[in-house]
């Protein structure tokens, strides 16, 4: 069998390592660990478990179309947002369109536009969150998409509301626009954007959110698009019929109604974001603002060594090699005790791997 060959350059993802033993902060999950009312959603789904799921994950829809304030026809959900965008790329991009995206993002926009014979755009970023402005500039008549992600992955940087209303009524109508909220949970800031006021007046955004991180159910997949009606029914056409499985619509809908558990998320990522700030402050090292939970910092040091040293020291982190960022690390937000032995951990590693400039 021959690879297709616009295809033989891409390399499977290669997810935040994990070392046996070792703490993860590695992949921005949930320190606190699953929902608990999600877990106990589940326990009581599993005995159905030899029937197939609802397809149109209909209870969870229904949830999530109340506490969205969206009407339930402007849902999709789908097996993690990874696959929500493989759905979208699959939908609309015809081989030589071409997608734009910050240059220092999430790599499943590139994965998802290439598969479909897309050719992926980028600009650069600026003070880590995407240049709306660049990204205007750079569309063109073969534009079919945008990605903006915000918080971004992995800088944490945002878009303010208005720059993204602008942005938007910058944007031509037969551009989608996916916003990437992954980890707009935790944003604190209070000119983040208010996403859901917006789809009433700009039929080309599609919102793309996770059970991933804030709900701490990474592990079950379940991601949504909110989007148009008429973009919706776009994306049916290409899901697969049972994408999402039982378990992650039962678990997502408990999850969703779990404030306590989604409060004191926000709560420990608040707290830990202070402790990080100040540790970076006291060792002089950069770092950019974050409004996610996740922390970028440059440690002017070989991002790979520094990874090895830490995980000699039971702690993996994300060297940001794979992003161009090879002299910077992320390190995903813990409980107290955890940001303890992950500094500890970060101040070895300083000490022994030389440094860089
Ligand atoms: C920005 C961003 N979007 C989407 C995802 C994928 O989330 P999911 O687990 O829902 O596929 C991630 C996961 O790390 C992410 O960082």
């Known amino acids: 069998m021959e690879l297709r060959e616009d295809l033989r350059d891409m390399k499977p993802y290669a997810p935040g390592k994990k070392k046996s033993g070792a703490l993860k902060l590695s992949s921005n999950e949930n320190p606190l660990g699953p929902s608990p009312l999600a877990l106990e959603a589940l326990v009581a789904a599993a005995a159905t478990v030899h029937t197939y799921p609802d397809g149109a994950a209909t209870a969870l829809r229904e949830a999530l179309s109340v506490q969205l304030g969206v009407p339930e026809d402007q849902i999709l959900l789908g097996n993690g947002s990874d696959e929500v965008l493989t759905l979208i790329a699959g939908a609309y991009l015809r081989p030589g369109d071409n997608s734009i995206t910050a240059n220092v993002t999430f790599s499943e926009y590139t994965f998802a536009v290439r598969l479909f014979g897309g050719v992926p755009r980028y600009v650069p970023l600026k003070d880590g969150a995407f240049d709306l402005e660049a990204l205007a500039n750079a569309i063109d008549d073969r534009t079919r998409m945008v990605f903006v992600c915000s918080p971004n992955n ?106 306590a558990f989604y409060e004191r998320s926000r709560q420990v990522n608040r707290e830990g974001l202070v402790f990080w700030q100040q540790a970076f402050t006291r060792l002089g090292l950069f770092f950019y603002p974050t409004q996610a939970n996740f922390i970028a910092v440059h440690v002017r040091r070989d991002s790979q060594a520094v990874f090895a040293a830490m995980a000699d020291a039971g702690v993996t982190i994300r060297p940001l090699t794979s992003f161009g960022l090879s002299d910077w690390i992320r390190i995903t937000i813990g409980t107290r005790e955890q940001n303890e032995l992950c500094l500890k951990a970060l101040e070895g590693a300083l000490d022994t791997v030389p440094f860089i400039r």
């Open 154 to 259: 992995p800088t944490g940087g945002y878009v303010t509301h208005k720059n993204l209303e602008s942005f938007l009524r910058r944007v031509p109508a037969s551009v989608l626009v996916v916003l990437d909220e992954a980890y707009a949970q935790y944003a604190e800031a209070a000119d983040f954007h208010q996403s859901m006021q917006l789809l009433g007046r700009y039929p080309n955004l599609l919102v793309m959110r996770t059970f991933s991180k804030i709900y701490g159910l990474a592990a079950l997949r379940v991601g949504y698009a909110v989007a148009s009606p008429e973009i919706i029914r776009h994306l049916a056409v290409v899901k697969q019929p049972f994408n999402v499985g039982t378990l992650g619509q039962v678990a997502a809908k408990a999850a969703l109604g779990d404030t």
